[in-house]
């Protein structure tokens, strides 16, 4: 157990339709990145957080957004879905961020979305 | 951008067989990391490295960084089931603020 935890673990859905991936960091962990990772795929990162604002920014498609909100837990949202973004979504946090020091990331279990 | 090339894609090797995998990046990394990943599981951090030619192990595990600091290596000693997973390196580029990961090679085993 890596501490982080992500809601919901399946979320079976249809095109066009819009969800919400909600991420809570490890305890006392400041920064949140998301991921994305289809089939046999690598991980393609998406977003990062830092204390509330972002960081960097990924391959993340205009119809996805994120934010981390002051309790630093942070929430992706993905709108106008297509079959193609069926995947398994990670979260995950680390301490710091680049290079302020530990940027151990720890990650959830994912959720995994299926677009049909 | 950064980017960072793992290869092989896929191995396969007979339980007891050592295992090799590389990574590659296109600038010189301020760190490197190796995670992880067990089928239907969630990386999991293994290892950090930081300076030029830094060798580290743990057990079977033996991490290697370049003297350029662009390329990196994880070397496994006579594999187990256990070792079955992808192992995914991802790289600090120095001046950059996000780790870039390869696209990871998965290892099976045969027993």
């Known amino acids: 157990d890596s501490g982080v935890t992500q809601t919901p673990k399946h979320l079976i859905t249809a095109t066009g339709q819009r969800v919400t991936l909600r991420c809570s960091p490890r305890s006392g962990d400041l920064s949140v990145y998301w991921y994305q990772q289809s089939l046999d795929q690598g991980l393609q990162f998406l977003i990062q957080y830092y204390n509330g604002e972002e960081r960097a920014k990924g391959n993340i498609l205009e119809r996805f957004s994120a934010q981390q909100f002051p309790d630093l837990h942070s929430e992706l949202n993905l709108s106008s879905l297509e079959l193609g973004d069926s995947a398994l979504y990670f979260c995950?946090?680390?301490?710091?961020?680049?290079?302020?020091?530990?940027?151990?990331?720890?990650f959830g279990p994912g959720t995994r979305l299926t677009v049909l | 951008g950064q980017q960072v090339m793992q290869i092989p894609q896929y191995q396969h090797v007979q339980e007891g067989e050592d295992f090799t995998t590389y990574c590659n990046s296109s600038?010189?990394?301020?760190?490197i990391q190796w995670y992880k990943q067990r089928p239907g599981g969630h990386p999991v951090f293994l290892i950090q490295l930081v300076k030029s030619g830094e060798v580290k192990k743990q057990k079977r595990l033996t991490f290697q960084f370049g003297e350029a600091k662009k390329n990196s290596s994880l070397h496994i000693t006579a594999t187990q089931t256990t070792d079955v997973g992808t192992y995914f390196c991802a790289g600090l580029s120095q001046g950059a603020q996000k780790l870039v990961f390869g696209q990871g090679t998965r290892l099976t085993i045969n027993p």
């Open positions: 995950a946090s680390s301490v710091a961020w680049g290079l302020a020091g530990n940027n151990e990331q720890f």
């Open positions: 600038t010189t990394l301020s760190n």
